[in-house]
């Protein structure tokens, strides 16, 4: 039953790494310049979310999670981040 609590916390936090919100302020009210990236985190949880049944959920979010971690989503992250300069 453990290993059910991780898949399960694994499944979520997949499910929230893009749910943030923010607000900025530009210095002229008029003007507001906008930059987004979107990043493929290693799954559109396709499994997870075609799951009808407790079982299938479970096996989803292993599938789906295992997929993250093949893709490496930290290292391809990096090569994405702001450099300061």
Same mark, same amino acid.
């Not at 916390?9 to 210095?27: D, F």
């Not at 008029?30 to 079982?55: C, F, K, P």
């Given at each position: 039953?453990?290993?059910?609590?991780?898949?399960?916390? %694994?499944?979520?936090? %997949?499910?929230?790494?893009? /749910?943030?919100?923010?607000? %900025?302020? /530009?210095?002229?009210? @008029?003007?507001?310049?906008?930059?987004?990236?979107?990043?493929?985190?290693?799954?559109?949880? *396709?499994? &997870?979310? /075609? /799951?009808?049944?407790?079982?299938? !959920?479970?096996?989803? &979010? %292993?599938?789906?999670?295992? $997929?993250?971690? $093949?893709?490496? !989503?930290? *290292?391809?992250?990096? @090569?994405?981040?702001?450099?300061?300069?």
């Amino acid at each position: 039953m453990k290993l059910v609590g991780v898949l399960m916390t %694994a499944a979520l936090a %997949a499910a929230m790494l893009g /749910a943030g919100t923010s607000t %900025a302020r /530009a210095e002229n009210p @008029r003007r507001v310049t906008v930059m987004t990236q979107n990043i493929y985190q290693g799954t559109e949880l *396709e499994d &997870v979310l /075609a /799951a009808t049944s407790t079982l299938q !959920f479970v096996l989803g &979010v %292993a599938t789906d999670y295992t $997929n993250v971690v $093949n893709t490496n !989503f930290p *290292e391809r992250a990096m @090569r994405w981040r702001p450099r300061s300069g």
